[in-house]
C-alpha cells in the first residue's frame, strides 16, 4: 500500500476529497458574504440561517408536495430569495448609513428568530434527505471510490464561483455592481437606482446561500442548527480571506476546506479549530487578510 | 436622572436584595444570584461596547472559562473556593489579554467577527479537555469553605458572599468606568486618531480593557461555577455572547448600570418562559431586532433622554416666566 508521511493514500485523497467538498460549502456562503458587505455594507450574520432555509425547504418540498431534488434546487433558492428581498425592505433598509455593527446585531437577532421559528415547528433534532437516484453511487477514480453526489457538489460550486464571477465582472448589471460598491453616491448620480441595486444584491446573496443549502440537504443533517455553526467558520474565513475580494473570498473557503480535510488526517484533535488557529496566525502576519485590503 | 433619586433606588434595591433569602417563596434566591452574577457580566461587557465602542463576540469565551477553571480547581484538586475564584478571574484576565491583542489588530464588524472565531477555538477546546466531560458538563463542582470561614454550602451563606463580590465588582466597574483612564477609552471610542495623536498608546489601552473586562466577567464566571456547581459547554458557547450583548443593548450602553437592568429583565425571560422552548428564542431575537432598529440607546438611555427633554423644557419655561416676571 502506497503511503505519504505514514497514512495511506486512499486515506489521505479520501479526506482532501471531502475537505474540497466542504470547502466548496465555505466557498459559495463567503462569496455570498463578500458580495453583500461589498454593497450593502452589512456583514450578514443570517447567512447560515438562509443556508439552513434552503436545506429545509428542499425536505418540505418533498415531503408536503412532493416536488424532487431537481425542482428544489430552483425553488428553494427562489424563495429564500424573496424573503431575503422582504426582510432588506423592512428591517435592514432602515439601519444603512449607521455603525454597521447594527447591521451584524440586527441579523443576529433574525438568525434567533428563524431558528427559533424552525425548532418550534420542526423540533431540534434532524431530518433526512436523500440524493436524487442519478446522483447515487460512486465511481472508481482509480486512487479512490468517489460517491457521485459529492462530485456533484463539487462541480454546482465551482460552476456557481466562476457565474457569480463572469456575472460581477462581465456583465453591465456587475458594471453598476462594481461601481455602486465604490462610490455609491456617485453611481446614484449617474441614474442608477442603487437602493433597487442593493436590495436584489441581498436577495441574490440569500439565494446563494438557499444553493448551497439544498446542495448540503443530502450530505448533512438538516436541523435548524446546522446553519450558524457553519457561519463561524465562515466569518474566519473571511477574516483570512478579507471581505474586499469576491474571488478572495471563494479561493480562501476552498484552500481552508483542504486544509481542514489534511489536518484531520494527521492530527484530527485539531480539525474543529484549525480554521480558527490559521486566522490567529494570519491576523499576526498580515492583519488586513490574505486578500484584503487595509480599511476598518 | 437626579442625584437624590438615583441614591433612593439604590437603596430600596439593596434592601430588597438582603430581603431576598428570608422570603424564598415570592422569589427564588438561586434565580436572583443568577441575575447578579449575569449583571457584573453584562456590566464587565459593557467596558468595552459602551465606553471603548468596541463589539466583541466572544464574552462567553471570559465567562465560561472562568467557570470551568473555578470548577477544575474545586473539583479535580480538591482546592477552596477563594483558589478557584481566583483562577477563574485570572484565567479570563489572561484570555482577554490575548484576545485583545489578537482582535485590536483589526476594529469594528472584523473585530466582532474575530472575538467569535476565537471564542469557538475556545468552545471546542473545551469540548475535547479530558476533565470537562464534553456535553455532560462538569457536574456536582463541590462550594467549600470561603477563606475558611465562610460555609458556601449553606445557602444563606452563599448568597450573601454571591452579593458581596457581585457588588463589589459592579463598583469596580463603575471605578473603572469613572476614572481617568475610563476617559481615555471614551476618547478612542469617540474619536480614535485624535487620542492616538494626543499620545495616548490607543493599542495598550484597547488591550487594557479587554484584560479588565474579561477578568470581571471571569468573575461573574466563577460564581455561577459555584452557584450552579455545574460548568458547561452553554457557558462557552456563542449564543451567550450573544446574550450578553442583548443585555447590555436593551438596558442601554451609555450607561454604567444599564446592562444589569437588561440582565434582570433577560434572565427573568429565560426563567419564567422556560417552558416555552423555541419561543423564548424567537422572542430574545424580537427583542434584538426591536433594540437594533427603535431604540438604540436602550431603556436606560431612553429613560434619560425623556428626563433630560423634560428638565430642560422646564427650564425654558422657567426662563420665559423670569423674563416676563422682569419685564
Redesign the interface.
Known amino acids: 500500500m502506497i503511503e505519504i508521511f505514514g497514512v495511506p493514500l486512499v486515506a489521505l485523497t479520501g479526506q482532501i476529497m471531502l475537505g474540497i467538498v466542504n470547502g466548496a460549502f465555505y466557498a459559495v456562503l463567503s462569496l455570498g458574504l463578500a458580495i453583500i458587505f461589498g454593497i450593502v455594507k452589512v ?1 450578514n450574520f443570517a447567512h447560515g440561517a438562509f443556508f439552513m432555509m434552503g436545506a429545509f425547504l428542499s425536505f418540505l418540498l418533498l415531503d408536503t408536495l412532493g416536488v424532487g431534488y431537481w425542482g428544489a434546487i430552483f425553488i428553494a433558492p427562489l424563495i429564500v430569495g424573496a424573503l431575503g428581498i422582504v426582510a432588506e425592505r423592512l ?1 435592514l433598509r ?2 444603512y448609513g ?9 441579523t ?13 415547528a420542526f423540533g ?1 433534532s434532524g431530518q433526512i434527505y436523500t440524493a436524487p437516484d442519478q446522483l447515487r453511487g460512486a465511481v472508481n477514480l482509480g486512487f479512490m471510490f468517489m460517491p457521485i453526489y459529492r462530485l456533484f457538489v463539487i462541480g454546482a460550486a465551482v460552476a456557481i464561483c466562476v457565474a457569480t464571477w463572469l456575472v460581477i465582472e462581465r456583465t453591465s448589471m456587475g458594471a453598476k455592481l462594481r461601481a455602486a460598491t465604490e462610490r455609491p453616491h456617485l453611481t446614484q448620480a449617474f441614474g442608477i437606482n442603487v437602493p433597487l441595486l442593493m436590495t436584489l444584491t441581498y436577495g441574490a446573496g440569500v439565494a446563494l446561500a438557499a444553493l448551497a443549502g439544498v446542495l448540503a440537504a443530502p450530505i448533512q443533517n438538516v436541523s435548524p442548527s446546522m446553519g450558524s455553526e457553519l457561519v ?2 465562515v ?2 474565513i ?2 483570512i480571506g478579507g471581505l474586499g475580494s469576491v474571488s478572495g473570498a471563494a479561493i480562501t473557503g476552498l484552500m481552508l476546506g483542504v486544509i481542514e480535510g489534511l489536518t484531520k488526517v494527521y492530527y484530527s ?1 485539531a480539525s ?2 484549525i ?3 490559521i ?2 496566525i494570519v ?2 502576519v498580515r ?1 488586513a487578510g490574505l486578500f484584503g485590503r487595509e480599511e ?1 | 436622572m437626579g442625584r437624590a433619586l438615583l441614591l433612593a433606588l439604590g437603596a430600596v434595591l439593596l434592601v430588597g436584595l438582603i430581603l431576598v433569602p428570608f422570603y424564598p417563596h415570592v422569589i427564588y434566591p438561586v434565580f436572583v444570584m443568577r441575575v447578579l452574577c449575569l449583571a457584573l457580566f453584562a456590566c464587565a461587557f459593557n467596558i468595552l461596547l459602551g465606553h471603548t465602542g468596541i ?1 466583541s ?1 466572544g464574552h462567553a469565551a471570559f465567562f465560561g472559562s472562568a467557570a470551568y477553571f473555578c470548577g477544575y480547581m474545586l473539583k479535580e484538586q480538591g482546592l477552596s473556593p477563594e483558589i478557584g475564584l481566583l483562577t477563574g478571574v485570572a484565567s479570563a484576565a489572561l484570555m482577554g489579554a490575548v484576545f485583545g491583542a ?2 485590536t ?6 473585530l ?3 472575538t ?3 471564542s ?2 475556545v468552545y ?2 473545551f ?2 479537555l479530558p476533565w470537562t466531560h464534553a456535553e455532560d458538563g462538569m457536574q456536582q463542582i463541590p462550594r467549600g469553605v470561603l477563606l475558611g470561614v465562610f460555609d458556601l454550602r449553606n445557602d444563606l451563606t452563599l448568597y450573601f458572599v454571591v452579593m458581596a463580590l457581585t457588588l463589589a465588582g459592579l463598583a469596580l466597574v463603575h471605578r473603572i468606568v469613572h476614572s481617568p483612564f475610563g476617559e481615555v477609552l471614551r476618547a478612542i471610542r469617540e474619536h480614535e486618531p485624535r487620542a492616538k495623536s494626543l499620545g495616548f498608546p490607543v493599542a495598550r489601552y484597547k488591550i487594557l480593557a479587554f484584560t479588565l473586562s474579561a477578568g470581571l466577567a471571569g468573575l461573574a464566571g466563577s460564581l455561577k461555577a459555584i452557584i450552579y456547581q455545574v460548568a458547561s459547554l452553554r457557558d462557552v458557547h ?1 449564543s451567550m455572547s ?1 446574550d450578553v ?1 442583548l443585555m447590555t ?1 436593551l438596558g442601554g450602553m451609555n450607561s454604567v448600570l444599564g446592562p444589569a437592568l437588561g440582565a434582570a429583565l433577560i434572565s427573568s425571560l429565560y426563567h419564567y418562559f422556560d417552558a416555552l ?13 426591536g ?3 427603535l431604540f ?1 440607546r436602550g431603556i436606560v438611555g431612553e429613560l434619560d433622554a425623556a428626563l433630560a427633554a423634560r428638565r430642560s423644557a422646564k427650564v425654558s419655561h422657567d426662563e420665559k416666566d423670569n423674563e416676563n416676571a422682569t419685564n
Open positions: 456583514v428591517l432602515r439601519i449607521l455603525d454597521p455593527i447594527y447591521g451584524l446585531l440586527l443576529f437577532g433574525m438568525v434567533l428568530v428563524i431558528e427559533g421559528g424552525f425548532t418550534v431540534s463561524v467558520i466569518f474566519a473571511v477574516v484533535e474543529t479549530i480554521v480558527f488557529l486566522m490567529a491576523l499576526l492583519p476598518g | 463589539l463576540f489578537l482582535a489588530r483589526r476594529s469594528g464588524i472584523y466582532a467577527m474575530i467569535l472565531a476565537l469557538q477555538l471546542f477546546l469540548l475535547r456563542w450573544g450583548i443593548l422552548g423555541g419561543w423564548v428564542t424567537i422572542m430574545v431575537g424580537g427583542i434584538f431586532i433594540c437594533v432598529l438604540r
